[in-house]
């Protein structure tokens, strides 16, 4: 069964640092766009960040951008999202999505592009 699972979520500090894991069992998945959202509560799931295929290209939402920085391992079938200067206002359930892609700079922000869906992981942050 092809499926993405999220790791690495938890509770910190305001200021503090989490890295996010995503290990995808798609195969192929160097032809994967992929996508980290998050979904607190009481709220809509929002995008966080995107990451081509080949990994060169990123996107972010203004809310994280330079603090987030999304990468990828594709000889380990990974997606990393590494978050630094942690707000209170990140805490949330974090998914991972994936979505095969014919251009491999090809990144998305929307959900509804995205086919394939961790079952997410939370992060917590407060002091």
């Known amino acids: 069964q092809e499926q993405l699972v999220e790791s690495g979520g938890g509770s910190v500090q305001p200021g503090g640092s989490l890295r996010l894991s995503c290990l995808s069992s798609?195969?192929?998945?160097?032809?994967?766009?992929s996508g980290w959202f998050r979904r607190a509560p009481g709220k809509e799931r929002e995008f966080v960040a995107s990451v081509s295929a080949t990994g060169d290209r990123t996107l972010y939402s203004d809310s994280v951008r330079g603090r987030f920085t999304v990468s990828r391992d594709n000889t380990k079938s990974m997606v990393f999202l590494q978050m630094d200067k942690l707000k209170p206002e990140d805490t949330a359930v974090y998914y991972c999505?994936?979505?095969?892609?014919?251009?491999?700079?090809?990144?998305?922000?929307?959900?509804?592009?995205?086919?394939?869906w961790g079952q997410g992981t939370q992060v917590t942050v407060s002091s």
């Open positions: 798609i195969r192929a998945f160097n032809l994967y766009a």
């Open positions: 999505a994936a979505v095969e892609s014919h251009i491999r700079q090809f990144v998305a922000r929307s959900s509804d592009i995205y086919n394939y």
